[in-house]
């Protein structure tokens, strides 16, 4: 998970909420499909095109992501058109599986403990180089992180072998490179590329170099 900073808000959502009357009153499940687009259009360039959740690329292809609501509309409707309120997750789905098993679908409306919109959410959990989610080792993170990884089913087989093999690419051919050069190596992790596009799985490939460093 990689700490989020939100953006401005998209003006057709803007506009869609000022046309509050007496006689109607905007709801998410009001919204049209260009109004929906528009927010998922500002939600994944500000993730750096990848998933909230699992890191994942997303806004790549039609239909790879959805819109999330970090606390659910059942658990607080109020919030349920609070652009602060939402994320891009990927669908948690392959050409192989209908139903969903990571990320927002697997969630549902559990709630979560650990927040991309929290600037320390990072610090919660650490990687392994063979691509395996594991719980920071501080008693004060750990049960947060067991629940977090638990409810987005962030250490599925499926997630595990993809930040493997882009731990793998990132690490071939840097076995022999000083600390230094392998900690200035992993910051690089942190920079989007000129398209505003972070490599997926960015935040496990950091981890782990520094481990290596």
Known sequence: MRFIQKGAEPSELIDYKACANDDWKPTYDGLDKKTKTAIQKALVPEQGYLCCYCG?????????CHIEHLIP???DPARALDYDNML??????????RVPTHCGHARGTK???VSPLSPDCATFFTFGSNGKIEPSPDP?????AEETIRRLGLDVPKLRAARRAAIDGALEGLDELSSEVLRAEATTYDVADPTGRLAPFCFAIRDVLMKYA
Do not use: F
């Open 56 to 64: 994942g690329r997303v806004g790549e292809r039609a239909n790879d």
């Open 73 to 75: 509309q059942s658990k």
């Open 88 to 97: 891009a997750s990927c669908q948690g789905t392959d050409e192989h599986m």
């Open 111 to 113: 709630p979560i403990k």
């Open 140 to 144: 004060a993170k750990r049960t947060a």
